[in-house]
């Protein structure tokens, strides 16, 4: 995903932002992309200071939104499995453009500037916000909503058993799933969360 980035150094846009907002002048009444509090804008962070720059815009009361995704890596010579941003490199803020000090994003530790043209932000649509906090748990993290059908061969994408591959036997209702995994030559069962495995 590509954004534009508000500044002089503005590159192609992406559909996520739509046409710049000039600020401080406030939406029309009644604009579906503003909710009561503002509307949500992409702010570009710096590399892997996500969270770092989240924290640090809540400091200043600004309402944040980081969707993340589970991430299964390799450290000290074991997998675990983190969060890691569903937009690497980016998150979105929400702000009133004729009410808040908004410009004071662009000079948090952690942001390098609002998407946007020139100096204006972009507003991100609310129906898009709304559509990611809805598939989000507790915890900020994406549930990916799939279709498996049984006996369906499956890739293991988060977890202890990453990159294994197995087939599918069922789904069962807490949204976990059985799985025959291909381990050292036999087929070992076992129960995955959904949102660890994907099609292979």
Known sequence: MR????????????????APVPAPVSAPEGDADRAPDGAWYAVH????????????LRNQNFRVFLPCR???????????????????????VQFDA????????????????????????SIVPERIIAA????????GVLSRKQSFTAGQKLRVVAGPFAD??????????????????EFMGGRVPAFLPEDYVAAA
């Open 70 to 92: 589970r991430k299964t890596r390799r450290h000290a010579r074991k997998l675990e499995t983190v969060r890691a941003p569903f937009f690497p490199g980016y998150l979105f």
């Open 164 to 181: 294994l591959i197995g087939t599918l036997e069922r789904l069962d209702e807490s949204g976990r799933v059985r799985v025959l995994l």
């Open 132 to 139: 990611l906090r809805r598939e989000c748990d507790a915890e």
């Open 3 to 18: 954004l534009t980035t508000a500044g002089p150094t503005a590159q192609t846009g992406s559909a996520l932002c739509r």
């Open 45 to 56: 962070c710096a590399s892997r200071r996500e969270e770092y720059a989240a924290a640090n």
């Open 98 to 121: 004729a009410r808040d000090r908004w410009r004071a994003i662009n000079g948090t530790y952690g942001v390098l500037r609002l998407v946007g043209s020139g100096d204006a932000p």
